[in-house]
């Protein structure tokens, strides 16, 4: 649905599928996803032999999708808003031009950021021998882009999207990282 037919940008998105032999018709209407250059696409994500609706539009910068299993007479959600934020991570910037970071699982990221040395210096977030001034901390995006992929081979489709780490008061990117997040949420890959 958009405001006028010539507009770029839409204001809902609603699938309706219809079972040809009983015409039953199933709606499906995730009321996050707005935007531009919509799309609509299917892949097995779930291990279920069944395909999944993989809806997707862009808005302010960022990808919106929603992923919605087709079982039985029931459209269930299987990817939504919330999943939408990407990687959450706990950052902070260390000396020597240094990020550090650890996901929920505890688990640690250490990145080494001398390749922007004299953007770190120059926005006054460290100092010319590496000490960290405290005038600023590191935060991450929602997905930028959430492109599924078949990495294994198997005929059943990951997600890997991409997030930026950047300053939060100065928006300096520090690194591009792209994450792979597998549906069932359990597992987390690093590249």
Same mark, same amino acid.
Request: glycine residues 8%.
């Given at each position: 649905k958009k405001n006028n037919v010539d507009d770029n940008e839409f204001l809902s998105f609603e699938l309706i599928v219809t079972?040809?032999?009983?015409?039953?018709?199933?709606?499906?209407?995730?009321?996050?996803?707005?935007?531009?250059?919509?799309?609509?696409?299917?892949?097995?994500?779930?291990?279920?032999?069944?395909?999944?609706?993989?809806?997707?539009?862009?808005?302010?910068?960022?990808?919106?999708?929603?992923?919605?299993?087709? *079982?039985? *007479?029931?459209?269930?959600?299987?990817?939504?808003?919330?999943?939408?934020?990407?990687?959450?991570?706990?950052?902070?910037?260390?000396?020597?031009?240094?990020? *550090?970071?650890?996901?929920?699982?505890?688990?640690?990221?250490?990145?080494?950021?001398?390749?922007?040395?004299?953007?770190?210096?120059?926005?006054?977030?460290?100092?010319?021998?590496g000490k960290y001034k405290e005038k600023d901390t590191p935060s991450i995006t929602p997905y930028s882009s959430l492109i599924p992929m078949d990495l294994e081979g198997d005929g059943i489709y990951e997600l890997c999207g991409t997030q930026t780490i950047k300053t939060k008061n100065s928006n300096l990117p520090l690194c591009n990282r792209i994450f792979q997040a597998l549906l069932h949420f359990s597992l987390l890959h690093i590249f």
């Open positions: 079972d040809g032999d009983s015409q039953l018709k199933r709606k499906f209407s995730p009321s996050f996803l707005k935007g531009a250059n919509p799309g609509i696409s299917l892949y097995e994500f779930t291990g279920d032999n069944m395909p999944e609706v993989f809806i997707s539009a862009e808005a302010d910068g960022f990808l919106l999708t929603s992923i919605a299993s087709l *079982n039985e *007479n029931i459209i269930k959600p299987v990817f939504q808003e919330n999943h939408n934020q990407g990687v959450q991570l706990n950052l902070s910037f260390g000396e020597n031009f240094s990020l *550090n970071g650890s996901f929920a699982n505890s688990t640690k990221l250490a990145i080494n950021l001398e390749h922007i040395k004299p953007a770190l210096i120059s926005y006054g977030i460290y100092t010319e021998d």
